[in-house]
């Protein structure tokens, strides 16, 4: 999905071998004509997706998968595009490939990794771990995000925001990462389902490691209030179906 904007942007990469200078784009206006255009010309859009809630916050089974419903979205920089079709003479366009597994495993990986930092491994049950280690596809089941992107924060620059919330009782508690990726931009706000906490002084332990992070506490059988698209992290059903066979 980001390949061509890793290209221009000069971002770090697994693959050794040597990037391409230049990509070759077809003007949409006129299909023989060809464009060579360097990569340091092109303003490449960063691509994203727009999903609903997780699955497994629906209350719906690991079978059922919601991942057709995301939707694509793209950062673009209006200036840069403006300057690029006026050198080319060709609007701006992208190319991309649908990888939603990946983008989903990729989201999953940064909220366990997250969790970790902040828990040990015996202090809660991994929800996510399966999906991580593709023992499970339905990515969709355990990552979603708001329905609407989020505004620019210009405080953080290029950065990213992690944030561990939560939601249960005293006796229970599931653990979720929001995630946000290049936060000074419009971009979604993403959920990771990442685990589960049960029993009263486990609780208790977990809350206090996390410390100030926010914790919503969310009674059995109760409905989040309020801004729904702001508690996009919250279950639409309590205690989840999946609680006692898989949380222990």
């Known amino acids: 999905m980001w390949g061509d904007a890793r290209i221009h942007y000069d971002a770090p990469s697994r693959r050794k071998r040597k990037q391409p200078s ?75 490939g649908h990888v939603p597994e990946s983008f989903g495993r990729l989201l999953a990986k940064i909220g366990y990794g997250q969790v970790l930092s902040q828990l040990d491994l015996d202090d809660f049950q991994p929800i996510c771990l399966p999906y991580i280690l593709g023992d499970r596809k339905n990515l969709s089941y355990i990552v979603g995000s708001r329905m609407q992107p989020a505004g620019p924060d210009p405080d953080l620059g290029v ?33 990771v389902v990442v685990g589960g906490v049960v029993g009263r002084e486990r609780v208790a332990v977990a809350r206090e490691k996390i410390g100030s992070t926010e914790f919503t506490v969310m009674l059995p059988n109760a409905r989040p209030n309020g801004d729904q698209d702001q ?18």
């Open 231 to 248: 508690a996009h992290w919250m279950p639409q059903v309590w205690p989840l179906p999946f609680w006692n066979e898989s949380v222990r």
């Open 22 to 96: 230049h990509i070759t784009l077809s003007d949409p206006n006129d299909a023989r004509r060809k464009v060579n255009v360097p990569y340091a010309d092109y303003p490449a859009p960063i691509i994203f997706y727009t999903m609903n809630r997780a699955g497994i916050l629906e209350g719906l089974p690991d079978t059922f998968d919601i991942s057709n419903m995301w939707q694509f979205s793209a950062i673009t920089d209006q200036i840069r595009a403006k300057d690029f079709e006026n050198k080319f003479g060709i609007p701006l366009i992208a190319r991309f």
């Open 159 to 191: 950065g990213y925001v992690l944030r561990t919330v939560g939601f249960g009782d005293a006796n229970r508690l599931m653990l979720v990462e929001e995630v946000r990726l290049y936060a000074n931009a419009h971009t979604a706000i993403y959920h």
